[in-house]
């Protein structure tokens, strides 16, 4: 989830807390183990870099295949 630029630093912390808190329970890791999901939990400024090097990655493939 991406917060709208208008949120402040504090209630983005209080959000980023709630996931975290989410994250760690044993009904969160269960739905991980069932669905055979891997767990790679970001947040803040490491969610931002895995963001941005996720959109570097597809614009790259897609214009290498002509589309962009």
């Known amino acids: 989830m991406l917060a709208p ?5 504090e209630r983005t912390a209080e ?3 709630y996931f975290e808190e989410m ?4 009904e969160w890791q269960q739905v991980v183990a069932d669905n055979g999901w891997t767990d790679d939990f970001k947040t803040g ?3 931002g870099e ?3 090097e996720q959109d570097d990655r597809v ?3 897609l214009e290498e295949l002509g589309l962009l």
Do not use: A, M, N, V
Request: charged share 25%; aromatic share 10%.
């Open 15 to 17: 959000l980023i807390g």
């Open 50 to 52: 895995f963001i941005t």
């Open 45 to 47: 400024e490491e969610f």
């Open 59 to 61: 614009s790259s493939t």
């Open 5 to 9: 630029p208008e949120i402040s630093d």
């Open 23 to 26: 994250h760690e329970t044993p």
